[in-house]
Structures are given as structure tokens and as C-alpha cells.
């Protein structure tokens, strides 16, 4: 199967992008913790990525969007359904692992959220940054703690 993949330069580095012909597989900020398979088959090209790549412009020139681009995502049902609830959390608006938790219909389930929000593979249009600890401060992000509080920051600029 092939696999696609593009630099996306943006304010906060370059932003790796990776596609199957369905759809986005990965979003991988530039300190991404994960390894990103790559497919014997792998072309580097822009072509696949112009809504996407639109897509980021708007949104790192400020205006507040929707992403609206077909993902091709790999994951257990808990960590979809997981990935699906991040989508529902507003720009500029955070939860806690527990309130997502919550979302899901697993009160007692935050680790196991925590876990899954980790593992998010397309960080920023599934927003997996807005969700904090308990007690309000950033916890871990796989793009790194710098990147998160850039990007709540620039959410809630947005927001107003």
C-alpha cells in the first residue's frame, strides 16, 4: 500500500504529514515521540495534502475552523472513541483526563484516556492538546509541553 508523506512548515517547526489513498494517517509535530511507520511504498509529495495544508493555514493565521479532511486512523475502538470525544471539545476550551473520561462513558477510566489521547496520531486536528490534569496544568504531550501551551494559547486568542 503506499504511503504519502510532506513537510509542513509551521509557527511551531515542521509538521510531518503522512496519508494512505484513504485519508491522514499521521500529523507528527516536530519533538513527536512516536515512530511513524513507513510503507515500502512511500512517496514524498504535496499532492494529497492541499485541504489539509489549507486547512493548517487557516487555522495558524487564526481563524477558528473545523477540520474537515478524511483520516485514515488505526486503533482499538476505546482509542477511537477517545480520539472521536477530542473532537468535541471547542477551540480555546480544555478538559481533564477525567471529564474526557467521563465524555466516553468510563468515569473510572482516566489513565486508560490518558493513554489513548497519547497515542492520537494526528495531533492538532484531533485535539488531543486541550486536555490537561486536574488541576488545570499542562501534563504530557507527545509534540512536547512547549508546543501545547502555544497551541491552547493560540485557540484561545482565537476564541475571543
Not at 485519508?23 to 510503507?39: C, F, N
Not at 468535541?88 to 481533564?96: A, D, H, L, V, Y
Amino acid at each position: 500500500m503506499k504511503q504519502y508523506r510532506y513537510e509542513y512548515k509551521s509557527p511551531l517547526g515542521a509538521i510531518t504529514l503522512t496519508a494512505s489513498d484513504k485519508g491522514l494517517t499521521s500529523l507528527s509535530l516536530p519533538e513527536y515521540k512516536y515512530d511513524i511507520p513507513v510503507s515500502d511504498e512511500e512517496v514524498i509529495t504535496r499532492e494529497p495534502f492541499e485541504s489539509i495544508i489549507s486547512q493548517l493555514d487557516k487555522y495558524f493565521a487564526g481563524e477558528v475552523i473545523k477540520f474537515d479532511v478524511p483520516l485514515d486512523l488505526l486503533g482499538t475502538a476505546f482509542q477511537c472513541e477517545v480520539w472521536e470525544a477530542l473532537q468535541s471539545i471547542p477551540p480555546g476550551e480544555t478538559r481533564s483526563y477525567g471529564e474526557l473520561a467521563v465524555d466516553v462513558g468510563r468515569p473510572k477510566a482516566s489513565r486508560a484516556v490518558g493513554a489513548a489521547n497519547g497515542q492520537n496520531p494526528v495531533a492538532i486536528i484531533v485535539p488531543c492538546h486541550r486536555v490537561i490534569g486536574k488541576d488545570g496544568k499542562l501534563t504530557g504531550y507527545a509534540g512536547g509541553l512547549d508546543a501545547k501551551a502555544w497551541l491552547l494559547k493560540h485557540e484561545q486568542a482565537m476564541a475571543k
